[in-house]
């Protein structure tokens, strides 16, 4: 265990469990320690992320709950800890058993893995008669296209508890199932998922409407929800996320019959306290869920909440972390969108990369590589999420101000590549 000195000892301690990509989640990093002392559980000697730690502690595993656990009894035995935080997905469960050790809000790994295993979240909302797609879980091809027949096609391939949409897939028919059963079967996350069930894909009614994700700070059951953002999905079949927005004026934000599908869905869940990340389809015949992570959103839709309301999502999250009420209250009525680009073809090596930034509207707020010159990287579906090579953020009054300075920084992005 390491420690910076010079660091603040009377702010509240918050135990980080991994870091995350710099690119995605340093923003928050940065807003949570200027309130906290902040404690990383890291697999490697931290590097950017020192200037935001109090301390930190190097550990074989991050995915290791029971260890995890005896790790955090052991800090404890030297300083007190005050709240338990991870916006990791592989890694929440874990970090339950972690919270459950220490009697810190969010403990409860049977919760949180009725969120990380989706046969779980829509067994349980079954059972609350919560509106959400028909699924039917699998194991084999035979099975898939059985529960195709039940569920009506077009229908939803997707793994049991992977992120980002990996492996997820579209198809209208049993050929297409049949095709693409094995891109869903044999896609694998960062870090080992395992189930005590074997059907590990799930096969879905394909819901039909508008795609959005709410981030909510959920304290004593009760739902407070942040933001809403608007999804952009592109590369079909798949479901590769290639945008979002973020209007602070959304009306979504006080529709009643979605709110109240929220507060049901976490109550059906269990899920007490903490910070959330929940999809839906909205629908003809109103709201859908689609899935509930126990998180922070990626893909920088926290920050773009930041731009557009003015509410700190770190600090939220780090306050319900401690059990502290968090400050939600918007400062700020503006738009804010993100845009994700990728190169055209298959195994392209990168020569150069850079916005002209002459070329970028005064809205852009951030434009960005995400790789660099030697990089080898594909397109949808093998360069899902990390087929990504830079991204833009804008601010305006509206979504489609927002949508035209993006428009801008997609032309003003300059790739040479060549092919491998």
Wanted: charged share 20%; aromatic share 6%.
């Amino acid at each position: 265990m390491a420690a910076r000195p010079g660091v603040a000892p009377d702010r509240p301690l918050l135990l980080l469990v991994a870091s995350g990509m710099r690119t995605y989640r340093e923003y928050l990093l940065r807003s949570i320690s200027t309130r906290f002392r902040v404690h990383l559980f890291h697999v490697a000697e931290p590097t950017w992320e020192k200037e935001f730690l109090s301390g930190w502690t190097v550990l074989p595993s991050t995915t290791d709950g029971p260890a995890l656990a005896e790790a955090g009894l052991r800090l404890r035995g030297q300083e007190r800890v005050d709240g338990v935080l991870c916006w990791d997905e592989g890694r929440i469960h874990a970090t339950a058993y972690l919270a459950e050790a220490l009697g810190l809000p969010n403990g409860d790994p049977a919760v949180i893995w009725r969120l990380r295993d989706k046969a779980q979240t829509r067994m349980a909302l079954d059972a609350a008669g919560i509106a959400q797609p028909r699924s039917v879980p699998v194991r084999t091809l035979r099975q898939a296209l059985a529960g195709a027949d039940r569920v009506g096609y077009p229908a939803v391939l997707k793994p049991r508890g992977l992120g980002a949409s990996l492996g997820v897939v579209i198809v209208r028919d049993a050929e297409e199932l049949t095709r693409y059963f094995p891109f869903t079967r044999d896609t694998k996350a960062p870090d080992p998922v395992v189930y005590a069930s074997d059907c590990p894909i799930l096969v879905e009614e394909c819901v039909q409407g508008t795609e959005i994700s709410i981030d909510s700070v959920v304290q004593d059951g009760k739902v407070a929800p942040l933001f809403v953002a608007r999804k952009v999905v592109g590369y079909r079949p798949y479901a590769e996320e290639v945008g979002h927005y973020v209007d602070a004026g959304d009306p979504l934000l006080h529709d009643p019959e979605l709110g109240e599908a929220i507060q049901a869905t976490h109550a059906a869940l269990g899920f007490q306290d903490g910070c959330t990340h929940t999809e839906f389809m909205l629908t003809g015949t109103g709201p859908k869920l689609i899935e509930v992570n126990g998180r922070l959103g990626g893909d920088l839709i926290p920050y773009l909440g930041l731009l557009a309301t003015g509410i700190d999502p770190g600090l939220a999250a780090a306050n319900a972390a401690c059990g502290r009420p968090p400050d939600i209250a918007p400062s700020r009525s503006r738009a804010a969108g993100i845009r994700f680009f990728y190169v055209q073809e298959e195994d392209s090596t990168i020569r150069t990369i850079r916005f002209n930034e002459a070329a970028l509207p005064p809205a852009i707020d951030r434009a960005a590589t995400v790789l660099g010159p030697g990089a080898v990287v594909s397109p949808p579906p093998k360069g899902t999420v990390w087929g990504r090579i830079a991204y833009a953020t804008a601010v305006g009054g509206s979504i489609e101000e927002c949508r035209g300075a993006l428009d801008a920084a997609e032309s003003a992005l300059e790739v040479e590549v060549t092919r491998t």
